[in-house]
Nanobody
Framework: QVQLVESGGDLVQPGGSLRLSCAASGFIFSWYAMSWVRQAPGKGLEWVSGINSGGGSTTYGDSVKGRFTISRDNAKNMLYLQMNSLKPEDTAVYYC????????????????????WGQGTQVTVSS
């Protein structure tokens, strides 16, 4: 069955960096676009970034543009999110989610628009 397992979350100071990873299994990873979605404490889901199946097209939410970089390694079935210049408002649980197809079909974070979700990894930005 499809599995998405996030890792890399941690407590980091403002201005610091983290790299999140998402290990995918149970499907042909290179066929599907992927995304990162986050949920801050007490708030709704926020779409962060998406990448198409081949990795050649990426998109970012306005709040992370210029600070975060999404990438993937299709040979290793891995999705990544490099997060730089972290701010306290980046504190959230970060989820990787699989699109139904090969393109970044939406920037809407609603769960039903993605075929599968990971369990999430906690990122806390605080001094």
């Amino acid at each position: 069955q499809v599995q998405l397992v996030e890792s890399g979350g941690d407590l980091v100071q403002p201005g610091g960096s983290l790299r999140l990873s998402c290990a995918a299994s149970g499907f042909i990873f290179s066929w599907y676009a992927m995304s990162w979605v986050r949920q801050a404490p007490g708030k709704g889901l926020e779409w962060v970034s998406g990448i198409n199946s081949g990795g050649g097209s990426t998109t970012y939410g306005d709040s992370v543009k210029g600070r975060f970089t999404i990438s993937r390694d299709n040979a290793k079935n891995m999705l990544y999110l490099q997060m730089n210049s972290l701010k306290p408002e980046d504190t959230a649980v970060y989820y990787c989610a699989k699109y139904f197809g090969s393109t970044i079909a939406t920037m809407n974070p609603a769960r039903y628009l993605y075929s599968n979700w990971g369990q999430g990894t906690q990122v806390t930005v605080s001094s």
